[in-house]
């Protein structure tokens, strides 16, 4: 199974367990693209509306597009009091609509599935001249040298996932951003603003591993290994007095086209 259909198994910890992104994010967004009534705008992989509802607040039209079929249909009903609201169950690749059709297109920790040639360009032609292209992802971590447990769940990854810790060594921050940014310029969108936000949640084992189990690499384990693993992970912070602290950054990415 492809990775990216992953999610559709586990709808109900998805909503659980991923973050909302904070308020400021979302009205960094709103005001960049001037977000009002009048607007119309698309979702790309809406998941179970973590991102979307903040622009719904704001009365404008949204169109969520999710591949997922359980997750659009979670969607539609939790959001089933929105009238401003209409989701697709599609693959952005496969969505069709007229060129500038769209006022905004935002993909919160989504448009990395569609590959960049098909994603950036079908993004550039349906969003309108002088509409916005908005991208952010949340990059959780229990990766902190000072935190004795964070140590601890890293030296599990180490014992069943060695593999694991060449491919975060060749993808730091710095550089991750920067590729981003130069996708963005390189597709011709403009005036490209970007930003990081800070967030801090507390979770006890099994609602870590609930975390985790969100995740199409983790997901995508073998069983021989993920139960296992994903045991030692929980047993590990149940032994440190059950309670995890994790390190959010959401990276925001905005651009006009022109």
Not at 158 to 176: G, I, M, V, Y
Not at 222 to 235: E, G, H, M, Y
């Amino acid at each position: 199974m492809d990775k990216k259909y992953l999610f559709d198994e586990v709808v109900l910890s998805y909503e659980k367990r991923r973050p909302n992104y904070g308020l400021e994010l979302f009205e960094d967004i709103i005001k960049y693209a001037a977000i009002n009534r009048d607007k119309s705008i698309i979702e790309v992989g809406c998941g179970t509306g973590q991102a979307t509802e903040p622009f719904l607040k704001t009365k404008c039209k949204v169109t969520a597009v999710e591949l997922g079929e359980n997750l659009a249909a979670h969607t539609r009903k939790k959001y089933f009091n929105y009238p401003n609201l209409e989701v697709i169950q599609s693959a952005f690749e496969d969505y069709e609509c007229e060129d500038s059709t769209f006022d905004m297109l935002y993909s919160a920790t989504a448009f990395h599935w569609i590959p960049d040639e098909i994603g950036y360009k079908k993004a550039y032609r349906i969003i309108k001249n002088g509409g916005t292209l908005a991208l952010f992802w949340n990059r959780p971590s229990v990766n902190s040298k000072e935190n004795l447990l964070h140590q601890k769940i890293q030296s599990v990854y180490n014992e069943f996932l060695p593999q694991w810790n060449h491919k975060a060594a060749n993808n730091t921050d710095k550089s991750r951003y920067s590729s981003i940014i130069n996708q963005i310029k390189e597709y011709g969108f403009t005036d490209i603003e970007f930003k990081l936000y800070h967030n801090t949640r507390k979770m006890t084992g099994v609602e870590y591993v609930e975390l985790l189990n969100t995740y199409s690499d983790h997901r995508a384990l073998d069983k021989s290994i993920q139960l296992p693993f994903l045991n030692a992970i929980r047993t590990t912070i149940e032994d440190f007095g059950n309670e995890l602290l994790i390190n959010d950054t959401v990276d925001l990415y905005l651009a006009r086209k022109h």
